[in-house]
């Protein structure tokens, strides 16, 4: 140790949030496209969100993985090399509001990439083989999550959370997509890939407005149609026993909880933000100091709040040793109460502002991380102005403000608990806290 | 296409204590990297010692000079950055993502544990508990845990640092003592061992005084010799496997030795590329054969060095391809069906079109890594570090693009079943 203590340095003002130069236009077919520049390396990132709420579950996964899987002319192995001439790459994924497809190529590669993209959604033609090929793929994917332990607890917590309502269940059985025939993904392709509602994100090396007619050039021809489905808002949490989910022999427990939250357009929504950092949202907040730092309980335990389109809720997720869960559960419900029934303090308050802040600019300092910003923006109908009205709004968010939402939102009387781990070992010690029902 | 050529620029000095500086400044947006590497991993840690170098990676977060324990993450979290640190086969690294205004307090906080961690016995039992809740969770409370990366090592090398579990045995992480972490610290954490990068919102002239006001006196302490790791080839093909209680399907993972990383870098990189060559896509020779035509694996993987990192990684090193089969798939089936395409590429070669699209494609990937500023300062310091080539950063998309069809036939032809490590995996989830 030394005998005089150094001073932390002070930090130098920051600059407002500086948006990067982009353009925008909605091509006479109904898709919107944005193009964002940033130059920073001469690839171009490119998201296409086509909604696709209330689409067939097993259909809709297995649509997703084939896609790319051949047109009239082009088979799948001529598509990814078409696509990799140009450096690309194209992918699709699906949830319960959007078919989300993601790629990148060098820049020059844009045009390219583009045209094999608009060849894709006008002619997919899902043949037979590589659609028997991907199901069993699929089927094989799908045994092997429904042995990790994160996803059999978010399968327990969402069933529980969202009862009837279709985000419920966000996973197909593997029967339900053995059952899938190419016939009904060509007709789920015609009912729902289209344009109308559609937003296509272009971020890169790139003049915006040349961007903008490059895509209008390459997929203004892409069909019209398509139709409007907007799924019924998410139930909020209601709150009932500790749902015990029995998984023989596991070593950890894996803890959940969900609390209610507002949408991004809410005035509550910094105060949740900051409240949430507070409680358990990044490392330095009470929670993880708590159960990791003083107690070792955990190695990653965090809380955010995820939004979808239908609703937005505040999600708590630790895996704990067996032997802890107990306690682990009670540090949990302490720290929610805590922030639920005294306001933070001022200086924890500032330090949760300063990140949030902070990682927004992190967040838009590269071009995968813009492309995922404003695809995740267009799907809550936002732009990425709504970054500096977010900041400001951060920037000014009151104590009392965030005392209040902390009450409102985070108060453990709400959560939505589930535990998935060793009942045998767990179920006495949880019971010793609370009504305790076992699945 | 033509692989674009960058040149960010890169700016390389050393200070008076033997500290090696690296600077990339891009001010595309007002955020840093910030970095430093140490060169120690996996491979140095003591017989006995499982897991130190990654516990001890925990214990540099735990306070130090002028820093009290949770001081180093609230101080980088309260300046709107994030942070973490890894610990690698052949070096760690500890880094910060933050706001330009934050460039100060981020080298201060380097600055003050590489003078030295606060190593106390009560620290050390918490991280001791927190490593083996990493451990719970991404190896033994998981299907496919550890796999391969823990688990081929020991089929396919015979000596402690080379063949052992990094993630380490609870009962060496258990007996791990303060004693143990102060002379590890005092052994490789000297500074003439470190390397230091900042990448993103900065200039140069002034970063450097920043640098050497907080950096400047930190003891002077030389690099520890670095033991020579390598093995002997291998002269037998070897096989093992293992049952794994959670996993539901089967799998396999092959591993073949490669020349030296460093010392023979122009021998190794056709290696990079025919892991692209054989499984980057469904264009890719091993996914077009075994995923799309034969139906005999639902995934394939190829890449170099038991971490997946190339460009960041010392010899002993090695060549993987692993696997994941469908219910009862015949594992010998799928590896003699790879060693056929291996052949196939050694004796009918590539065309030149195919080989371009798949170096097009590693060159999309590298400067992808790289348009982030953290990505772009853990490349630069690690490539000083292992190199003394910071620069290479600007060239590695070229250098892929320039190997020729006849080094990846060459490559393929030595991927033969005799030099051949494997591991396999035995579902016993329902059993």
Redesign the interface.
Same mark, same amino acid.
């Given at each position: 140790?030394?005998e005089t203590?150094?001073a932390?340095?002070?930090?130098?003002?920051?600059?407002p949030i500086?948006l990067p130069s982009r353009s925008e236009r909605r091509l006479t077919n109904g898709l919107t496209v944005i193009a964002i520049r940033?130059?920073?390396?001469?690839?171009v990132e490119v998201r296409l969100r086509i909604p696709f709420a209330k689409a067939h579950l097993a259909r809709g996964a297995l649509l997703s993985q084939t896609l790319?899987s051949g047109t009239e002319e082009m088979s799948?192995?001529?598509?990814?090399?078409e696509?990799?001439?140009?450096?690309?790459?194209l992918s699709a994924s699906v949830d319960p509001d959007r078919l989300l497809i993601t790629g990148?190529?060098?820049?020059?590669?844009l045009p390219r990439i583009l045209e094999i993209l608009g060849s894709v959604l006008d002619g997919a033609a899902y043949p037979s083989d590589?659609v028997a090929?991907e199901r069993?793929?699929l089927v094989?994917?799908i045994?092997?999550a429904?042995?990790?332990?994160a996803h059999l607890a978010r399968e327990a917590l969402l069933r529980r959370l969202y009862g009837s309502h279709p985000y419920a269940v966000q996973t197909p059985e593997p029967e339900q997509v053995r059952a899938v025939r190419p016939a009904q993904l060509r007709a789920l392709h015609a009912e729902r890939v289209h344009p109308a509602g559609a937003t296509l994100v272009l971020v890169g090396d790139f003049q915006p407005k040349r961007a903008l007619d490059t895509a209008e050039a390459v997929l203004g021809a892409w069909n019209g149609g398509g139709k409007d489905v907007t799924l019924r808002p998410a139930p909020q949490p209601t709150p009932g026993p500790v749902l015990l989910v029995d998984r023989p022999?596991?070593?950890?427990s894996s803890l959940r909880m969900a609390l209610p939250a507002v949408p991004r357009t809410h005035p509550d929504h910094a105060a949740l933000q900051l409240a949430n950092l507070v409680f358990g949202g990044?490392?330095?907040s009470r929670w993880v100091?708590n159960i990791?730092?003083?107690?070792?309980?955990?190695?990653?335990p965090h809380s955010l709040v995820e939004h979808a389109v239908a609703g937005s809720t505040v999600l708590v997720s630790a895996?704990?040793?067996t032997e802890v869960t107990g306690p682990a559960l009670l540090e949990t419900w302490y720290e929610l109460g805590r922030l639920a029934s005294l306001p933070p303090g001022e200086e924890e308050l500032?330090?949760a502002r300063?990140?949030a802040?902070?990682?927004l600019?992190?967040g838009?300092?590269?071009?995968?991380?813009l492309a995922g910003l404003a695809t995740t923006y267009a799907g809550a109908g936002l732009r990425l102005d709504y970054l500096a009205a977010y900041s400001e709004h951060l920037a000014t968010v009151t104590r009392d403000e965030v005392a209040a939402a902390a009450a409102r939102y985070l108060a453990p009387a709400r959560a939505v608990t589930v535990i998935l781990g060793d009942a045998e070992k767990i179920e006495v010690p949880v019971a010793a806290l609370a009504e305790v029902e076992l699945e | 296409?033509?692989?674009?050529a *960058?040149k960010y620029p890169v700016e390389r000095f050393t200070l008076d204590n033997g500290l090696r500086v690296v600077l990339a400044p891009?001010r595309?947006?007002?955020?840093i990297g910030v970095a430093v590497v140490y060169d120690v991993g996996i491979r140095s840690e003591p017989e006995g010692r499982t897991g130190f170098a990654h516990l001890f990676e925990h214990l540099m977060f735990q306070g130090s000079? /002028?820093l009290e324990?949770?001081a180093h993450?609230?101080?980088v979290?309260?300046?709107?950055? *994030?942070?973490n640190g890894s610990t690698h086969l052949d070096y760690t690294d500890y880094f910060e993502?933050?706001?330009?205004?934050?460039?100060?307090?981020a080298?201060?906080l380097e600055a003050?544990r590489m003078?030295g961690p606060r190593l106390t016995e009560e620290n050390l039992? /918490?991280?001791?508990?927190?490593?083996?809740?990493?451990i719970?969770?991404n190896v033994?409370?998981?299907?496919?845990g550890g796999f391969p990366w823990l688990k081929l090592p020991p089929v396919m090398f015979d000596t402690f640092p080379n063949a052992h579990d990094g993630y380490g045995s609870f009962e060496d992480l258990e007996s791990a003592t303060v004693a143990d972490a102060e002379e590890f610290f005092a052994r490789y954490y000297a500074c003439g061992n470190a390397v230091l990068a900042v990448a993103g919102d900065l200039d140069v002239a002034e970063t450097m005084e920043l640098v050497k006001r907080h950096f400047g006196d930190v003891p002077a302490r030389p690099a520890p010799p670095r033991p020579d790791f390598d093995e002997p080839d291998l002269t037998q093909e070897r096989r093992e496997s293992y049952a794994d209680?959670?996993?539901?399907?089967p799998a396999i993972a092959s591993a073949w030795r490669v020349p030296d990383p460093i010392e023979a870098f122009t021998d190794y990189l056709p290696y990079v590329v025919l892991a692209e060559v054989l499984t980057?896509?469904?264009?890719?020779r091993l996914v077009?054969r075994l995923?799309?035509r034969d139906?005999t694996v639902?995934?394939v993987g190829g890449y170099i060095g038991f971490m997946g990192e190339p460009f960041e990684v010392r010899g002993p090193t090695a060549a993987l391809l692993q696997y994941?089969l469908?219910?009862g798939g015949d594992v010998d089936k799928v590896l003699r069906a790879a060693d056929e395409e291996l052949e196939r590429l050694a004796t009918d070669g590539i065309s030149a079109?195919?080989l371009?699209?798949?170096q097009?494609?590693m060159?999309?990937h590298l400067?992808?890594d790289?348009?982030?500023?953290l990505g772009r300062a853990l490349r630069i310091a690690v490539l000083e570090e292992q190199r003394g080539a910071p620069e290479l950063i600007n060239d590695l998309p070229r250098l892929v693009g320039e190997v020729t069809p006849a080094q990846i036939s060459a490559a393929a032809a030595s991927l033969t079943p005799g030099r051949r490590a494997s591991i396999e995996v035995i579902p016993g989830?329902g059993k």
């Open positions: 140790m030394s203590k150094r932390l340095p002070a930090l130098l003002p920051a600059a500086a940033r130059p920073a390396v001469p690839l790319f799948t192995v001529d598509i990814a090399a696509l990799q001439a140009v450096g690309g790459g990148n190529s060098l820049a020059a590669g590589e090929t069993d793929r094989d994917s045994q092997v429904k042995s990790q332990p022999g596991s070593v950890q990044y490392f330095s100091e990791r730092e003083d107690k070792g309980y955990t190695y990653g895996e704990v040793a500032e330090q300063q990140y802040l902070g990682t600019k992190l838009m300092s590269t071009q995968a991380g | 296409m033509k692989i674009p *960058t891009d595309s947006a007002p955020v000079e /002028n324990k949770l993450f609230r101080h979290q309260g300046a709107g950055g *994030t942070f993502t933050l706001p330009s205004g934050a460039l100060e307090r080298l201060f003050d003078r039992r /918490n991280q001791v508990d927190v490593v083996k809740e990493e719970r969770v033994l409370n998981r299907p496919y209680r959670l996993a539901p399907l980057d896509g469904e264009s890719s077009e995923v799309l139906r639902t995934s994941h469908p219910p079109q195919e371009g699209r798949v097009a494609r060159a999309t400067l992808r790289t348009d982030a500023v989830a």
